[in-house]
């Protein structure tokens, strides 16, 4: 057993070192040992997909309807019945599978990353690439993805709840334990699946994959929520009531057949295809492939969805909460001002170039005057150049490369910086004499000191003194920098050696972003650990309005007083996130907020949508949120927004149009009914009315390109129903399609029966295929936005019915082939019938402008 032993021989054991394996050997191991995964529990199987679609209620009820007439030696409709039944299967399979391996996808997108030392480098690696040998780095907020020995530690305390059960955290030690003991009491090992709640580490990997204890008891690491969402469940929901709609219509529709005297099969039969003709039963997968592929698309523009649900609650978002520093502008520091031995001092150079120059009124002065600032900087510090780490430390390391002073050797303790403290030390031992180098928040460091260095002279700090600094933190801040005070203790001294300011600009898409959603009745709020004057000066300049208040206010005053008008939030901590958002929710906000820390977490699970940083966020913070930035980029939560928009608005076009073409197929059934007229659709017409519109050209509408003003309405409240707006559309679009249908019919039905049904079948067709442009919003049906899924939809099923109609199948389904003049006929009532609704649009369209404009 590896906690068993000491350290010297578990790397031996596992042949490494502290520098890691090569990655030579490590690409060896990796063939051995298989990836750090899993076992999967979740595996698409076609056949099972396949066979599924003959489980549902509508094809069972197809199934029996066609052994009941081949029963009644009616063997062409038998034959035909059943060529529908496979059809509808496979295209019920095809929407499935994509539906699962789209799906299937959003789990796999969800690998998280661990840092390794190989090669004697420090790198960031996919966890599913580690191996038994590889050495690990691991600090707050991080997940641990191997089990691994301990070398080295520094305050480490992790939470192993996941896998013990035991909810308080686990202090850590690295020295051998001599008896054998259970997994809790292994201290000085961290395992597959746990949580670093506080301080770092350095392990070498024992166990991967199903070898950890975690895949020892097969439980799931890297779990994506993929219940039914909302939406999802409302819909089946209105499925259901539909079912039952259709089966009361279909015992209607008999009894008024055997009212009237017709053939009792052909009224049966009737019956049973204007069922499956009112029941949408392709709802559950064009939602289901929408919401994936709005995943898809999402992930493109820099945000991955960890939970489906989060997709339509995306659409209904009213205010953003988002972090400053990474979000709202680049994360790129550059010191480019000091102020020490009471002066200002310019830095030149910019981004992480290592040459520079320190100014004092426009000359070059030597940094040697200000050693114990920089040295401060560069000491209390935990990144590398050139790019590993935190980028304000980075900044702090290529200001010591400016100043040509390096990081110390012998550290031999740390305190880790919290929002809490808002401070960080490193203790280091440095000519047999310990120093403590502070660095963090003015306001807090220069309440630790009591002494100030000038000059490199010590002199006694007073309250005088204090206000003089903390006036020039606030000058700093005010001109957009983010401003850190430095401090050293020694010999019971706390020294107060200066401010060091640096910039980090906003991001150009930033404040168009911001202008989106302000258009969209999107409230923006920015909440950050910063300066007030800094946050003020940001907000400024992107375009952020309101009021702005500081972390001690909020404890100060009642949030009733701020809340509705405040827009800038600063110095805050991790408990006020959490007391701004359930204010803001308890005001019936949907509001999406970001986070990094480990301290978010509980922000980010309350929050409608939490949002985690994947560049500088925390396995923790990721592991509570339900999407992540990609890029960490503010304008990629606008996008998302607008993408969820974009998903509800597809969905509940396609509802609202299987719900308009089935109501008038209903319609024209029992008009001609009542009517006493021959039944102007056969059923196995009814059957191929709805495979041919209710497949494909539905499942193009679900995955529509956006309308142009899809950002320029306010959310929509989080209870609205899908059918809110539609129900006289539903009514009207039947009742039009019904008088059309009916009219050619009746006008043919007295010269040739066949005939007039295919002319009624084919407007139908034509009707409802044309009913697809005009459902796609409120502009032009044939506008700019053109979505090629569409048009192949609409162009595969004209041709499709043209293939039964002109060649020997058109026998199976009683139609016969019409000629020019026909065709016109039902393409120019067609589209008459469809011009109506472009009308009401237009009248629509015209009022609200009207309304707009100040006559």
């Not at 004499?433 to 309440?447: C, L, M, S, T, W």
């Not at 400024?540 to 100060?556: F, H, M, Q, T, V």
Request: with cysteine.
């Amino acid at each position: 057993m590896y906690y068993q032993k000491e350290i010297k021989e578990v790397l031996s054991e596992l042949n490494s070192s502290k520098n890691g394996l090569t990655e030579i050997e490590a690409r060896k191991r990796l063939e051995k040992y298989g990836k750090n995964v899993l076992e999967k529990k979740h595996e698409i199987r076609k056949l099972k997909i396949l066979l599924g679609q003959f489980t549902s209620p509508l094809i069972i009820i197809l199934i029996i309807s066609t052994i009941i007439i081949f029963a009644l030696k009616e063997f062409l409709d038998g034959i035909a019945i059943l060529i529908i039944i496979f059809l509808n299967a496979i295209l019920g399979f095809i929407q499935e599978y994509k539906a699962e391996k789209a799906i299937e996808l959003l789990r796999k997108l969800n690998t998280p990353n661990s840092r390794v030392i190989r090669d004697n480098k420090e790198k960031i690696i996919s966890s599913e690439l580690l191996v038994p040998g590889d050495i690990i780095l691991f600090e707050t907020g991080d997940k641990i993805n191997v089990d691994a020995r301990l070398i080295e530690i520094l305050n480490l305390n992790i939470d192993e709840s996941v896998l013990t059960g035991e909810s308080t955290s686990v202090d850590k030690q690295v020295s051998k334990i001599k008896n054998q003991t259970i997994v809790s009491d292994q201290n000085n090992m961290v395992f597959s699946g746990t949580l670093v709640v506080n301080g770092r580490g350095k392990a070498i990997v024992t166990s991967t994959g199903m070898d950890t204890e975690i895949g020892k008891i097969a439980k799931l690491i890297e779990k994506i929520n993929i219940e039914e969402t909302p939406l999802q469940k409302k819909l089946k929901k209105l499925g259901d009531s539909v079912a039952l709609l259709a089966f009361l219509i279909s015992v209607l529709v008999i009894m008024i057949g055997l009212f009237k005297g017709l053939n009792i099969l052909n009224i049966f039969k009737t019956s049973i295809s204007l069922a499956v003709a009112i029941i949408p039963e392709g709802l559950p997968a064009v939602i289901t492939i929408s919401l994936a592929i709005g995943v898809q698309r999402m992930l493109k523009k820099k945000a991955l969805i960890r939970k489906l649900h989060a997709v339509e609650t995306l659409g209904n978002v009213q205010i953003i909460c988002t972090d400053k520093t990474g979000t709202l502008t680049k994360n790129e520091m550059t010191v480019t001002e000091l102020f020490v031995n009471n002066k200002e001092i310019k830095v030149t150079g910019k981004g992480y170039e290592l040459k520079g120059d320190f100014l004092f009124d426009n000359k070059k002065i030597n940094p040697k005057e200000f050693t114990n600032l920089i040295n401060t900087a560069v000491n209390c510090n935990n990144a590398s150049l050139p790019d590993l780490g935190d980028p304000t430390e980075l900044s702090l390391l290529v200001l010591g490369k400016k100043a040509k002073i390096e990081r110390s050797k012998n550290r031999i303790n740390e305190e880790l910086f919290s929002s809490e403290k808002k401070y960080m030390s490193v203790t280091y031992e440095i000519n047999k004499e310990k120093i403590k180098f502070i660095k963090g928040a003015p306001e807090v460091i220069i309440n630790f000191c009591n002494y100030i260095e000038i000059n490199n002279r010590l002199i006694k700090l007073n309250s005088k003194e204090k206000e003089f600094i903390l006036k020039k933190n606030s000058e700093l801040a005010s001109r957009a920098l983010r401003v850190l005070g430095l401090a050293y203790e020694k010999d019971k001294k706390t020294v107060f050696t200066g401010l060091i300011g640096m910039i980090d600009p906003p991001r150009k898409e930033v404040k168009e972003a911001i202008k989106i959603a302000n258009d969209a009745g999107i409230r923006v709020i920015m909440i950050t650990g910063d300066h007030k004057e800094t946050a003020l000066a940001i907000a400024k300049e992107i375009g952020i309005k309101g009021k702005a208040i500081s972390g001690n206010e909020i404890d100060e005053y009642d949030i009733n007083d701020y809340i509705d008008h405040t827009n800038i939030y600063a110095r805050v901590s991790a408990e006020h996130k959490v007391k701004i958002l359930e204010e803001l929710q308890r005001r019936n906000n949907v509001v999406a907020m970001t986070g990094d820390g480990i301290n978010d977490a509980p922000a980010l699970k309350k929050a409608d949508i939490g949002i985690a940083m994947n560049i500088k966020g925390t396995d923790v913070a990721r592991d509570a949120s339900n999407m992540i930035l990609v890029d960490d980029n503010f304008a990629s939560i606008v996008n998302a927004i607008k993408e969820g928009r974009v998903i509800y608005d597809n969905i509940k076009k396609f509802v609202k149009y299987l719900l308009s073409a089935n109501f008038g197929e209903v319609l024209i059934i029992l008009l001609s009914l009542i009517l006493n007229l021959p039944l102007p659709l056969l059923p196995l017409q009814i059957l191929w009315v709805n495979l041919v519109t209710d497949g494909l050209p539905a499942l193009a509408l679900g995955i529509d390109n956006p309308s142009e003003n899809v950002m320029r309405k306010k959310p929509r409240n989080k209870n609205e129903s899908i059918l809110k707006n539609t129900f006289w559309f539903i009514l009207s679009s039947g009742i039009i399609s019904a008088i059309l249908v009916l009219g050619l019919f009746y006008n043919n039905v007295s010269f040739d029966l066949d005939k007039a049904r295919t002319i009624a079948l084919t407007s139908l067709i034509i009707f409802e295929l044309f009913l697809v442009f005009t459902i796609r919003g409120e502009e032009f049906m044939f506008n700019n936005r053109t979505n090629k899924y569409i048009w192949l939809a609409v162009i595969s099923s004209i041709f499709l019915h043209l293939v039964i109609m002109y060649t020997d199948l058109n026998i199976f389904f009683k139609l016969v082939p019409l000629s020019f003049n026909e065709w016109i006929k039902i393409l120019f009532f067609s589209f008459i019938s469809i011009v109506i609704f472009e009308i009401v649009k237009a009248i629509k369209s015209t009022l609200q402008f009207l309304k707009s404009k100040p006559f």
